[in-house]
C-alpha cells in the first residue's frame, strides 16, 4: 500500500538546505525516485476520494503541482518548491471546491474551499448564506466538521460587505472572502500507514460546505440553473 515515507521528507529537507540549481541537478535522480513514490501515494489517495465524490482528475501524477517556483515576480529568487503538494479537481461545472494536499516537513496539511472567488460568485455565497443561514451554521457547527477541521477559515472583511447592513445576524459569516477549510497532520501522522484514509475521512467531511456552496454557484434566486 503506498505512503509517504521518511526519504521523502528527508529529500525536502536537503532541499531547503540547498535551494540551488547545481545541487538539484546533481541530486535529480533522487528527485525522481522520490517524486514517484509521491505518485503512487496520490494515485493510491486519488482511488479513495473517488469512492465518494467525481473527480476530473485523471490520476495521482496529473495532481502534483511542479517543484519549480514561479520567481519572476517574486522577492524569493530560491529555483525549488520545498514541499510535495498536488489538487484534486471535482468534476462538471455543477461540483464547485476542490482538494488539496500538502506534505513538508513539520507543516503537512490538507485544505479544500473556495480560496479567491470572484465577485459576482462571492455575491452568490453570501446570498445563499444568509437566506440560509441556519443551514450554513449546522454544516460548520456540525461535530463531524469541527472534528476534522475545527472552524471554518479564510480572510474577513473587517466591516460590513456593501449592500449589507452590519446588524444582519449572519454578519459574522457574511464577512467571509475566502470559505476554506484546514487540517494540520504531525509527521508521524503523515508517515503512518493509513494517512490516506485519515485524509479521505477529511476530504469527505467537506462535502457539505462544497455541496452548499455548489448550488449557490450554480442556480439562481428561484433555484433554476445558470450553468
Same mark, same amino acid.
Given at each position: 500500500?503506498?505512503?509517504? !515515507? !521518511? ?51 485523471? /490520476? ?63 455575491? &452568490?455565497? &453570501? ?9 450554513? &451554521? ?21 466591516? #460590513? ?5 452590519? #446588524? ?9 472572502? !475566502? ?6 497532520? /504531525?509527521?508521524?501522522?503523515?508517515? /503512518? ?22 448550488? #449557490? ?11
Amino acid at each position: 500500500m503506498p505512503t509517504i !515515507q !521518511q526519504s521523502n521528507l528527508d529529500f525536502l529537507i536537503e532541499l531547503s538546505d540547498n535551494n540551488n540549481r547545481e545541487w538539484f541537478n546533481d541530486h535529480k535522480k533522487t528527485y525522481e525516485v522520490e517524486r514517484e513514490k509521491v505518485i503512487d501515494f496520490a494515485d493510491h489517495l486519488l482511488h479513495k476520494v473517488k469512492t465518494h465524490d467525481n473527480i476530473e482528475t485523471p /490520476s495521482g501524477k496529473k495532481s502534483l503541482y511542479r517543484i519549480y517556483r514561479d520567481v519572476r515576480f517574486s522577492k524569493d529568487k530560491t529555483p525549488y518548491k520545498t514541499i510535495w503538494s498536488g489538487s484534486f479537481t471535482r468534476a462538471t461545472k455543477l461540483l464547485r471546491g476542490g482538494y488539496y494536499f500538502h506534505i513538508e516537513a513539520g507543516n503537512s496539511f490538507i485544505a479544500g474551499g473556495f480560496w479567491g472567488p470572484n465577485s459576482a460568485d462571492l455575491k &452568490r455565497m &453570501r446570498y445563499q448564506i444568509a437566506e440560509y443561514e441556519d443551514e450554513f &451554521r449546522a454544516i460548520i457547527t456540525d461535530k463531524n466538521f469541527k472534528k476534522h477541521f475545527g472552524e471554518l477559515k479564510g480572510e474577513q472583511l473587517k466591516t #460590513a460587505p456593501k449592500g449589507i447592513d452590519k #446588524a444582519h445576524p449572519a454578519i459574522d459569516l457574511l464577512r467571509f472572502k !475566502q470559505f476554506l477549510v484546514v487540517r494540520n497532520f /504531525s509527521d508521524e501522522e503523515v508517515l /503512518s500507514s493509513n494517512f490516506a484514509d485519515k485524509i479521505n475521512e477529511s476530504f469527505e467531511a467537506m462535502r457539505p460546505l462544497f455541496d452548499f456552496m455548489s448550488e #449557490a454557484l450554480t442556480t439562481n434566486e428561484n433555484g433554476e440553473p445558470i450553468v
